[in-house]
């Protein structure tokens, strides 16, 4: 019996887990079936047909009087703040998980927003990134060369968190 309510916001390749992320465990929905404790519901532009969660439209997820406790945003980055205030004040779950960094704005949150507001690194959990952490812990490798798409805004975050699991001082 599912114990929990979770929001999926944004039903991307990330969000619903395609190509890559269709690795179990890649994807926010993945990791949500997996623990069997939440009764998944998910929103986006388009409508998505997936076994695993009930989609429901904008318009149907407002007037509804379904409750969540978790809420993850894999939306574009584009708008995540104002998104994740909106979502705060209509839903007021208990946590707000961002699929990355939410960009500037900071500064205006309110406390109860703050404490509420978790940040995901998946690719802590990819094979790749525990192979290479391995070859680095066995001095095997010397340089590392990374390359990240959509540009520092959306990657650099991504990038320290991996510097500091694989136990390089920055």
Same mark, same amino acid.
């Given at each position: 019996?599912?114990?929990? =309510?979770?929001?999926?916001?944004?039903?991307?390749?990330?969000?619903?887990?395609?190509?890559?992320?269709?690795?179990?465990?890649?994807?926010?929905?993945?990791?949500?079936?997996? %623990?069997? $404790?939440?009764?998944?519901?998910?929103?986006?532009?388009?409508?998505?047909?997936?076994?695993?969660? %009930?989609?429901?439209?904008? *318009?149907?997820?407002?007037?509804? @009087?379904?409750? !969540?406790?978790?809420?993850? @945003?894999?939306?574009?980055? @584009?708008?995540? !703040?104002?998104?994740?205030?909106?979502? *705060?004040?209509?839903? =007021?779950?208990?946590?707000?998980? /961002? #699929?990355?960094?939410?960009?500037?704005?900071?500064?205006? /949150?309110?406390? #109860?927003?703050? *404490?509420?507001?978790?940040? &995901?690194?998946?690719?802590?959990?990819?094979?790749? &990134? $525990?192979?290479?952490?391995?070859?680095?812990?066995? +001095?095997?490798?010397? *340089?590392?060369?990374?390359?990240? =798409? +959509?540009?520092? !805004?959306?990657?650099?975050?991504?990038?320290?968190?991996?510097?500091?699991?694989?136990?390089?001082?920055?």
């Amino acid at each position: 019996m599912n114990e929990y =309510n979770a929001l999926i916001v944004g039903l991307g390749r990330v969000g619903q887990g395609s190509g890559y992320y269709a690795i179990p465990g890649n994807s926010h929905l993945s990791a949500l079936i997996e %623990t069997k $404790k939440y009764q998944i519901f998910g929103t986006d532009k388009t409508s998505i047909q997936n076994q695993n969660l %009930t989609y429901m439209s904008w *318009n149907n997820l407002i007037t509804s @009087d379904v409750k !969540f406790d978790l809420i993850v @945003d894999c939306a574009s980055s @584009d708008g995540r !703040f104002e998104r994740l205030n909106i979502l *705060n004040q209509i839903f =007021n779950p208990k946590i707000l998980l /961002s #699929e990355k960094p939410i960009g500037l704005g900071w500064e205006e /949150s309110t406390s #109860e927003l703050l *404490n509420k507001v978790r940040l &995901t690194y998946p690719r802590r959990c990819f094979v790749s &990134t $525990k192979l290479i952490k391995n070859e680095i812990l066995k +001095n095997s490798i010397r *340089n590392i060369s990374v390359k990240y =798409n +959509n540009g520092v !805004f959306n990657a650099l975050s991504h990038f320290f968190d991996l510097l500091s699991c694989w136990g390089i001082s920055f």
